[in-house]
């Protein structure tokens, strides 16, 4: 029997979802800097590609060795609009009901590192200013339309990783073996 892609899709990230809540979860548990260093890590360690990668060739291995470009496409999408929504629901109940404060909190450590990475960098005091107000204006809102905007922002980054995974877990027909 030939696996449902949209079930293993699903499957994968439900758990690539409730590992990125854990992440963010723990992180927060264990401290306000640690919640910000967690979160500016994890955005550069691809857990998520690594599981879906994973899922992705299990599937193939479950369908005869064989995944089309567009089943592989499908399944890394869905996989990842999957996370997005976990991650948005996560987010949104921890900056607006756990932790009401923790937009200030994680605002204000941002700045003191904006402002230390731009000084590292020789910045003048206006380009430090400015970036400074950049990073101010965009930690201001956690409201349930700027974090579900913002999980659709990014979806386009997530889809253009999936282009990436159904290449390299994506398995073709060979002309000879249809023949």
């Not at 756990?98 to 020789?122: F, P, W, Y």
């Not at 206006?126 to 905007?149: P, Y």
């Amino acid at each position: 029997m030939k696996p449902n892609i949209t079930n293993e899709a699903v499957k994968y990230g439900i758990i690539s979802g409730l590992l990125s809540l854990v992440i963010m979860y723990g992180a927060w548990a264990v401290s306000i800097n640690t919640f910000v260093s967690v979160r500016f890590i994890s955005s550069f360690i691809p857990y998520v590609i690594g599981i879906l990668i994973f899922g992705g060739i299990t599937l193939r291995k479950a369908n005869d060795n064989l995944l089309s470009y567009s089943e592989a496409l499908k399944f890394a999408f869905l996989g990842y609009v999957i996370v997005e929504i976990f991650f948005a629901i996560g987010s949104y109940v921890l900056f607006n009901f756990l932790d009401t404060n923790l937009s200030q909190k994680t605002l204000e450590i941002a700045m003191e590192q904006t402002q230390r990475i731009l000084e590292n960098m020789g910045a003048s005091a206006d380009d430090i200013e400015k970036g400074l107000e950049r990073t101010k204006e965009s930690g201001k809102d956690m409201s349930f339309k700027t974090v579900f905007l913002g999980a659709g922002l990014y979806l386009i980054w997530d889809f253009i990783l999936s282009l990436l995974i159904a290449l390299i877990i994506r398995r073709e027909a060979k002309f000879q073996d249809q023949l």
